[in-house]
Every structure is written in C-alpha cells, then in structure tokens.
C-alpha cells in the first residue's frame, strides 16, 4: 500500500493507471476509519483494480465554531485497517497542498444542501462539495463510493456530478450500525459511556418512523410526529431536527407514494450525531 501526500503525485499515480487501462475508485474519508468505512473500501474494491481512499479532514467544510481541531486522527491505526481490505493508495495530503491561501473558487450545490443540515451548518456542503471535486480532479477515479450515513452529502455529490459533467459513476452504500442500532460514526469517540446508551434513541425513532409507516400513516407528519415522540423521551438528547423529505430531491413536504427519507440530526451531550432511513414508496411506479 502506498501513502501520497502530495497532490500532483497522485495525480501522476492516477494518470499512468488511466493509461495502462486500470479501474480507478475513489474512497473520501476524514480518517479515523470504522466498519462502515471499510464497508465503503470493499464496495470501491470490487469494482477497481486500482483502489484509493483518501483520509482528509477537510477545514473548509467545518464552521467556526466546529471540532476541526479536535476532530479524531489516527493516521497509523486508519492505515492499519485499510491493508486488511486491502487498499492500494492512501491518499492523505496537508491542508497547505490542498488549499492556496489565494483560493477564490468554490463549487455549490444550492437546492439539496439548503435544508436539513444545510440550514443548521451553513457553508458545510460548499466545502464537501468544493473539496470532492478537487479530489476527482486529483484522483481522476471511474468510480467514487459514499455513504447513505451522510445521505444529504451524497446527494449533493450526485447533482455536482450531473450538473457540471464529472466522469465519474457515484455509488452508495448503505448504512452499517453497530449490533445495537447505532450508525457507526467517527464521531461517536465523543460519546461517554451513558451518552453512548442514550445514543441509541436515534435508531429507536428511525424504527417507530418505520413501524408508523407499514401500520399505513396518512401523512409524512405523522412519521415524523412517531420519531419525535420517541427522541423527546431522552432527556439528554437535544433535537435539531426531525424531517421527512423527498428521498430524491430533498424537497419538503413529500409525497408518500414516493421514496421519503426521514433525517434526524440531535445533540447527545455536546456531540452531534446524524441518522436516517429511507421509507419505501406507495405507488408501484416508485
Ligand atoms: P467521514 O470520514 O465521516 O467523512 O465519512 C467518509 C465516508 O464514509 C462518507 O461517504 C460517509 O457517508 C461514509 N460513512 C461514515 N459512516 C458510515 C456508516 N456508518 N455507514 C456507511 N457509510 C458511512
């Protein structure tokens, strides 16, 4: 396995790989790699025979106020783990190689990124989307390999994909929890261990969301009332929010006879933790 800082490199590594006919995929990650990262390698394994997962933690999609600086980093463990799948790049560069101090240039994905976390992180998505496209024009990969963890992140990616023309297929993997139900998340080192228990309400609205949803709900208000009502019952939970959207647009107010996602974000404790669930639509067309 080989380790690139630099940009160029990699971009040197990525052409003659072009060239000689590889399949390149591409794995984002900020490091500190969980199972359901290695979900993501395995998935980028099969279909490449040149697999690269960069390990970045992103500053320009942290607000100012965000654990930028205390963000988990453990760069010979993440190693470790990525031989076992195996990977055969890392792709890991300083902020200083991926960023000029002159930059002007940002890529926006304006409807999908304007609600759910969009509204409670503002210039988040910009620098996700901003910084994958630096990564596919560095990286240069057939096929790059994201979560339905970060579900609106994903769907971002996908409209930059289509909208500006990348050759690049997007593939989604689904969420991996943990036995109990949590979503696996580098975030969740945060959590002590009564925080870790009462984590656990997250996945416990998602499954009541789910059950209103079979029993037959009228209306995605009444989902989303399901999911609140269990979350509201944990007192060291704060909720940011509880949404029901359109699985494919994101738009509000969705119809039940399409694919509707249901997104939670709340606070346990002072960490933030995101989940969701996609519900099946009615109509037979969906
Ligand atoms: P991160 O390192 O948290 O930025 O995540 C890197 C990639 O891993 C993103 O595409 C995430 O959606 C994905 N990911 C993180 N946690 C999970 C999970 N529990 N299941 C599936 N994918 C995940």
Request: aromatic content about 6%; proline content about 6%; hydrophobic content about 40%.
């Amino acid at each position: 396995m080989e380790i690139i800082t630099s940009p160029d490199e990699m971009t040197r590594i990525a052409d003659s790989a072009r060239k000689a006919a590889e399949r390149v995929a591409l794995v984002p990650t900020m490091g500190y790699l969980h199972d359901g990262h290695l979900a993501l390698m395995r998935e980028g394994r099969r279909r490449s025979t040149l697999l690269v997962a960069s390990i970045f933690v992103n500053p320009t999609q942290f607000g100012p106020c965000e654990d930028f600086a205390r963000y988990p980093r453990d760069f010979e463990r993440d190693c470790a783990m990525l031989e076992t799948v195996p990977v055969d790049v890392v792709f890991a560069p300083e902020p200083v190689s991926m960023y000029s101090p002159d930059s002007q240039t940002w890529v926006e994905v304006t409807e999908v990124t304007r609600g759910l976390c969009g509204s409670n992180r503002p210039g988040h998505f910009r620098g996700v989307t901003t910084v994958v496209a630096k990564l596919f024009n560095i990286v240069k990969p057939h096929f790059a390999v994201f979560g339905e963890k970060d579900f609106q992140q994903l769907r971002a990616i996908e409209r930059m994909v289509r909208d500006l023309n990348f050759d690049v297929e997007i593939i989604p993997v689904p969420i991996v929890r943990e036995n109990d139900g949590l979503a696996m998340s580098s975030r969740n080192l945060y959590l002590s261990p009564a925080e870790r228990e009462d984590a656990l309400v997250l996945s416990l609205a998602l499954r009541a969301a789910r059950e209103k949803h079979r029993s037959g709900a009228c209306c995605a208000e009444e989902i989303v009332f399901a999911a609140t009502r269990v979350l509201k019952r944990m007192k060291s939970v704060t909720i940011e929010y509880v949404e029901a959207v359109d699985a494919e647009t994101l738009s509000p107010d969705p119809s039940l006879d399409r694919p509707i996602l249901i997104a939670i974000a709340a606070r346990v404790g002072k960490t933030r933790l995101i989940d969701n669930t996609v519900l099946a639509g009615a109509s037979p067309l969906t």
